[in-house]
Nanobody, 124 residues
Framework: QVQLVESGGGLVQAGDSLSVSCAASGRTFSSYVMGWFRQAPGKEREFVAIITRSGSTTFYADSVKGRFTISRDNAKNTVYLQMNSLKPEDTAVYYC?????????????????WGQGTQVTVSS
């Protein structure tokens, strides 16, 4: 069982940077692939970024590639999402998720545990 708690969302202007974090409970954090997903009003939840268990490999959605960076600190049971050059279309609730599947997957169905989400709003 893993409990995930996101923090760090807020209201920023276009072009600004923001970092969100996700703290996980439990002693097996390093055994999970971790992902960030987001859901904008009226839209389906979508993949943003994922990171392998060791943190050695990352994957990004095309819409955020080059602007967002996912990282993790297994000693702190925390995964981060650094967001730069934010755009109004990045406005969404951002969720972190944990997958015990082993291999990094972008599909939501592979993620066993989800946080409650944190709101990120980017004004133009």
């Amino acid at each position: 069982q893993v409990q995930l708690v996101e923090s760090g969302g807020g209201l920023v202007q276009a072009g600004d940077s923001l970092s969100v974090s996700c703290a996980a409970s439990g002693r097996t954090f390093s055994s999970y692939v971790m992902g960030w997903f987001r859901q904008a009003p009226g839209k389906e939840r979508e993949f943003v970024a994922i990171i392998t268990r060791s943190g050695s490999t990352t994957f990004y959605a095309d819409s955020v590639k080059g602007r967002f960076t996912i990282s993790r600190d297994n000693a702190k049971n925390t995964v981060y999402l650094q967001m730069n050059s934010l755009k109004p279309e990045d406005t969404a609730v951002y969720y972190c998720a944990a997958s015990s599947a082993g291999l990094p997957r972008t599909q939501l169905a592979h993620y066993n545990y989800w946080g409650q989400g944190t709101q990120v709003t980017v004004s133009s």
